[in-house]
């Protein structure tokens, strides 16, 4: 299958994905190491036989190169930190989180930072429930990006569209840090952002950030839920809803 001169990848069991550009040169090499390297098995659907509604979200990280999406995702999905995951194009995931009330399935688009790939991003973005806009606190320069990511946001989702988190990323190296902590939570605040700062290396609150934003994504969801309306309304809300919050039960 081909997108947008982007051929996309399948791994066996289908739960990792790879988009993988088409142009000259690019590595397809590079890519099905790490296709490889990175294959999960898939999460049972445990939520079958009960009567907790399943919620599936997509979610994209997106920032500057090297600042440590793919480390997050990978950290997230499979508890382990190595030193060189660089992304071509995007790669996927998916988590599945059990919460008491409700079963969530988080479809991780994990994007590439290089720029040569900006073009492109838009189509990753599309279609999002959350996105977490990762800098890399040892470089300021990457929250200003992080920004630019913001603002291209804004233009395409209205405010309470998606879920944000802007996440700070590479605590463990505290002598490196070139942005506070208020720097980056003021931010946030401002923007009516969630915010954490994290390490995929010693793995400090990786799974808080995913868990923070399940979580907000279900408070929305109810709170929806909650706004009162009648008759064919309705009906047609709830449908709109299921086809853009690709909510099922199972
Ligand atoms: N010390 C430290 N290094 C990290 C951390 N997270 C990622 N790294 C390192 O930073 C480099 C880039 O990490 P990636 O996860 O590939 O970054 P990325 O944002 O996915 O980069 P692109 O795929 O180019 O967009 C690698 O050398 C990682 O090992 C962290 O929390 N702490």
Known sequence: MSASGFEVFRSRNAVLEYLIPTTPGASLHQASIKLKDMAQTAVPGSSLGNNRPTYIYKMVLLGSTSVGKSSLAYRYVKNDFKESLPTVGCSFFTQTIQLETATIKLEIWDTAGQEKYHSVCHLYYRGAHAALLVYDLTNKETLNRAKQWLMELEKEFLPDEIVI???GNKTDLADEREV???DGEEFARSRSLLF????A???????????????????REGKKAAVPSTGDRQRLDLQASRTRRGCCHV
């Open 165 to 167: 988190a802007l996440v």
């Open 180 to 182: 506070a902590a208020e």
């Open 196 to 199: 954490m700062e994290t390490s």
């Open 201 to 219: 290396k010693s793995n400090h609150q990786v799974n808080d950030v995913f868990m923070a934003v399940a979580q907000e994504l279900l408070r």
